[in-house]
């Protein structure tokens, strides 16, 4: 059902303009690709500040190297991040209980999905400005093959149009519920019930079970990016933003704390303006950030494993099903070793419509078909908007099995995925051109523009 919800609109801050304000409405489009009608909805709700863009899209790896230290320090940092630990957030259907058995620590048997939300709160500091509703800013599905030798990590943009279902209140996070049956963009679902409520939105979108979810505050990431040392970042045009403060010539940068937050927030500095770029941009970061872990002895390192562990476990509230120690190292173990190339950052598909974006639910279920199959997935597009291969950089190794890319009707926005049927045989699925992305073996360098072109 279409509808509208109870809360007020919001205005865009004045300091970053809406990045979907001059869309144009791609109505030729939508019966081509399979998407959904627009519907008549509200906007989703704004911020009072520019956010930052946080490296959340990351954590699903970040998760695996940040709390293998658990096992690396034995005694001191399995007790000191147990401690850590916020209070956990019951999910829908969720069945393990804070204070229930947990399994030993061992790489987890079989997949994993894990959702991890990037929210714009602050967590109260004023270094961020002032806050209004604590809404999503950066929402990404990480998913971990059964025999753990892949990962993809799936990013969906704020401002996408979805049903939001219904939710229940979530006290600790200060959300009210919501009947639900109405639509609205994705980064509302938080502030409508929380954690739970993101998980339940992308569930119905996707199709997908998802029994794990994190969520991050902006502290985070400046802590993480100083743990290692610094991410090296690649501009191949100069990058000027003035409402995030990034001015980045051409060249290799190493950024940390709040440079490597400015970085990922950046939109207006890259070249086609969009919050899509900015998705594109951060997975490159985020690539990065892998080769840096895996690279550098960081792994070989108590020390800075502890250091991430503590970064990661002290900036982040888990799902009640994660609030073990023992569940996040299996989780870990899972992805430790993991050949970069089998790790992809993909973009959902999405097309651009008046006020915000709306699914490619065709494309998008060849992707979700791919992954409840268990299948490899390879991006058949290109990268994400305003990233370009690093000079001299390998490209993508080929795919040695392609299945061919299975046809789907067009569905409404937002509107309910039945759970995929598998595919057959353990052949890699060519995604299609609208789902732009890369791999963690992939070198890539951000496309900026200067404030003249802006």
């Not at 970053?16 to 399979?34: K, L, M, R, V």
């Not at 961020?128 to 059964?146: F, M």
């Not at 994400?384 to 789907?408: I, K, L, Q, R, T």
């Amino acid at each position: 059902m279409i509808g509208r919800s109870t809360h007020g609109d919001g205005a865009e801050p004045a300091s970053e303009p809406d990045a979907n304000a001059d869309a144009g409405t791609a109505a030729g489009a939508d019966s081509a690709a399979g998407v959904g009608p627009v519907p008549f909805a509200r906007h989703g709700r704004q911020r009072s500040t520019g956010p930052a863009r946080t490296l959340v899209t990351g954590l699903g790896l970040g998760l695996a190297v940040l709390l293998v230290s658990s096992l690396a320090v034995v005694g001191i940092a399995v007790s000191d991040v147990a401690t850590s630990l916020k209070p956990g957030i019951v999910l829908p259907g969720d069945t393990v209980s804070a204070g229930g058995p947990a399994p030993q620590i061992g790489a987890i048997d079989g997949g994993v999905n894990l959702l991890l939300v990037g929210s714009d709160s602050g967590e109260g500091d004023p270094a961020y400005g002032p806050r209004g509703e604590h809404l999503g800013d950066v929402t990404a599905l990480l998913h971990i093959s059964n025999d753990h030798t892949r990962a993809s990590i799936v990013s969906f943009p704020r401002d996408l149009f979805v049903t939001i279902p219904a939710c229940a209140a979530s006290p600790t996070e200060s959300a009210p519920g919501t009947d639900g049956g109405f639509t609205d963009k994705l980064n509302t679902a938080l502030a409508d019930g929380g954690l739970g409520c993101t998980v339940a939105t992308i569930t119905k979108l996707t199709g997908q079970n998802i029994p794990f979810a994190a969520e991050i505050e902006f502290n985070g990431v400046i802590a993480m990016s100083d743990a290692v040392g610094g991410v090296p970042v690649c501009v191949a045009e100069p990058i000027q933003d003035a409402y995030t403060g990034t001015f980045l010539s051409a060249g290799e940068h190493v950024l940390s704390g709040g440079d490597a937050l400015q970085f990922l927030r950046t939109r207006h500095g890259l070249s086609t303006g969009s919050d899509l770029a900015r998705i594109g941009n951060q997975q490159a970061f985020l690539a990065s950030l892998v080769r840096t872990i895996t690279s550098n002895g960081v792994l070989n390192n108590p020390l800075t494993l502890y250091s991430l562990a503590k970064a990661a476990s002290s900036n982040m509230r888990l799902s009640t099903s994660l609030q073990h120690v023992d569940t996040l190292v299996s989780i870990a173990l899972a992805l430790r070793g993991m050949d970069l190339a089998q790790i992809s950052f993909l973009q959902y598909p999405v097309d651009e419509v008046d006020g915000g974006l709306v699914a490619r639910t065709a494309d998008a279920m060849v992707l979700f078909t791919a992954l409840a199959a268990d299948a490899p997935v390879q991006v058949g597009g290109q990268l994400g908007p305003a990233s370009e291969a690093a000079p001299g950089a390998p490209s993508a190794p080929p795919v040695a099995s392609v299945a061919p890319v299975p046809s789907a009707g067009p569905a409404a926005t937002g509107a309910p995925s039945s759970v995929p049927t598998a595919l057959p045989g353990p052949v890699a699925v060519t995604l299609p051109p609208s789902i732009t992305g890369q791999t963690a073996a992939e070198q890539t360098c951000a496309v900026g523009r200067t404030l003249v072109n802006q």
